[in-house]
């Protein structure tokens, strides 16, 4: 059975203003294993090792060459493009709000 792989550019986070992160292109495996929840300690986990590894590459090609290389089925999602909304700081204290 083929590993499969997911590639993909990841979003930025809640907690950053700039978009540094958000450049690279991210292989990342699918889980193989169901996740356990152990009783005696209340952890949640698995045997999966790959789970724990992710790949990073400077571009989309780089990522997929590697997987094809590797054997890896890989689904690749395109990333969503940014739409930026021009405002001035102004606009904030308006009294007609423009969202």
Known sequence: MATKVRIFQPAKTAMQSGRANT???????????KKVHDDLMGWVGSGDMNGQL??????????????????????????????????????????????
């Open 23 to 33: 450049k690279r292109w991210v292989l990342e495996f699918e889980p193989t294993e």
């Open 54 to 99: 992710r790949l990073f590459f400077a571009t989309r090609k780089d990522a997929e060459s590697y997987a094809k290389r590797k054997g890896f089925t890989y689904t690749a999602q395109d990333a969503n493009p940014r739409v930026i909304k021009p405002k001035s700081y102004s606009d904030n204290f308006a009294y007609h709000k423009i969202s």
